[in-house]
């Protein structure tokens, strides 16, 4: 079958290309995309030639990723359902995740449509919603799963470090889970997302040490440090304002540089948690949230491309030539 994708087929390279997909087996469903939310982090890395699957840092020696189609987060409209599947209608929008394709590093990609898709990678969403707002739901889900792994108190203060979209959603559930949330970043346009509710603070590191503004603020010491940055001396340096027992949740991508000293933490019994990729139940969870307003995401939407320009799209990711945050490819 003769697919349309967003396939990066070098670094720094991004082209909107026919593609060959599978033909599409009984548990599988075509899916006709209508948006997908691009993945500034995990897929800019991608196509910088900084991973090549996964979590997996690329090192020297290991195979060149490319081509491959980008992305993992997208809603469309079912156009075929296979006939082991019964809970899925044609015309129906969903989510989904990824679909089967030929002919790339990885067999697999989101922004390809139409997308052959198994059963278990889509999700069926609420019909009174404006079903935009679960087009970027595996990112949403990684800022929920990084705000609810910390045990927590309500009251308890949390710092989330870097404002991008993780950032955003890891301190909204933070939020709702009844913390004094701080979320430190470098932009104002995007930290202006967070503020204005009670339990909500902001700081900006290019006008302070977040660290002394902390220590003020928490005399007591921090509960929870979400890293959404990757940065080890970053997590270090924030040690210093945690107090005991406290909780690290690391969910930044830190390459080939991924050393953290463990004699450091220790002195202070810090817990620490590494986030990563999805669960069904984590999806479903974050899935509830954002029908019913706890996870806000269409507001953090400032960009539409449309996917014919989608190298028009990452150029600006990349040059942050101007405030950039959530970017929709409209299909």
Known sequence: MLSHAVVFTEPNTVVYQEVETPDPGPDQAVIRLTHSWISNGTEGSFLRGERIDGDTAYREGDPWPFPMVAGYQRIGVVEWIGKNIEDLEIGETVFSVVGSVNSMFMPRGGQVSPSVTARGAIWKLPEACDSLAFSGMVLTQVGYNCGVRAPINIGDGAVVVGDGLVGQWAA??????????????????????????AGRAVINSRNMDPVEELKRRF????????????????????????????HIVSAGFYGTEDRLALQPPRYQELSIDLVSGLTPDR?????????????????????????SAAAKAWQLIESKSEPVLGVILDW
């Not at 932009?187 to 967070?194: A, G, P």
């Not at 999806?283 to 996917?307: C, K, R, S, W, Y």
Request: aromatic residues 6%; glycine residues 8%.
């Open 283 to 307: 999806m479903d969870q974050t899935l509830a949230l954002i029908a019913n307003g706890t996870l806000e995401t269409l507001p953090l939407i400032t960009h539409h491309f449309p996917v």
């Open 219 to 246: 005399p007591d010491g921090v509960q929870v440090l979400v890293d959404t940055i990757g940065s080890t001396d970053m997590i270090a340096h924030y040690m210093t304002c945690m107090k005991k027992y406290g």
């Open 172 to 197: 909204q559930t933070l939020a709702w889970r009844g913390a004094e949330v701080v979320l430190v970043g470098r932009h104002d346009d995007r930290l202006n997302q967070f503020t204005g509710r």
